[in-house]
């Protein structure tokens, strides 16, 4: 049993219609993410959430480990089925991240940005991730699962070594904060969005606005290549327009970026 994240004490004070009526909470389980895709794939209903206090096999993004000891982080996994076209599937986790990005604000006073694609930072330092997996019916979105790790009561030397330096909320703080009036705020501002998404309001101006990476120049691993350039938008679908040295437009959906010569590419594996 999580003492702080209890279903009992998360639903008593939600103000929620649909996101964390259906709750599961895990002292540990092998990755929230995992049993939020088992949960879409059994007919759970939208809005359904995982929340664990520690995972044996926290999943990052490109197939890399999470880490999270027991008590410091908030590690949940959300279940949404929205009535978009798959290539518009980007919006859940932009909605997600900027509901993120407020509930941080609120709850700690910590002013945070989106590193390309899906990183939350604080200055150059990683403060939590989110892993998107989306499943189809056929051409129709079935199911997006975003999961969230976001370090709150971490102290960050008792991470492995990592190639993306990592902070926290104690970090930037000082003090202890409530991983229940984080998650209460985070799943409201969810609902929130998600609410106005289901009536056809994109999220993608405002996600751009909070972008840390446009402007800078930046090197790019893909899984094909190296690109490197400057960082000059962003199109509605998350992808990243690099303009490079010879002047040609790129157009990046997947990758990691690098800023000035320093790597920052989420990762938390060494
Ligand atoms: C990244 O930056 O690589 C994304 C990290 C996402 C981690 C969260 S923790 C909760 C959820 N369950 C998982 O296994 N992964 C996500």
Sequence with gaps: MIKDLTRERIQAGLKTHLVGRYLEAYTEIPSTNSRAVELARSGAQDGAVVVA???????????????????????????????????????VTMLCSLAALEAIRQVSGVESQIKWPNDLVVGDRKLGGVLTELGLSGTSVDYVVVGMGINVNLE?????????????????????????????????????????????WSPHAEWRQHLATLGQSVQIGTPEEIITGQAVDVDADGALLVLTPEGARRRVLVGDVTLRGQRLDGATSP
């Design 156 to 200: 960050v030397e008792s991470l492995p070594e990592v190639m993306t330096p990592p902070t926290s909320l104690l970090a930037e703080t000082g003090r202890p904060l409530s991983r229940l009036a984080l998650l209460q705020a985070l799943l409201e501002g969810v609902e929130a969005r998600y609410l106005r998404l289901q009536s056809g």
């Design 53 to 91: 206090d520690t995972q044996s096999a926290g999943r990052g993004r490109l197939g890399r480990r999470w880490f999270a000891p027991p008590g410091t982080s908030l590690l949940i996994s959300l279940v949404l089925r929205p009535e978009l076209e798959p290539g518009q599937a980007p919006r």
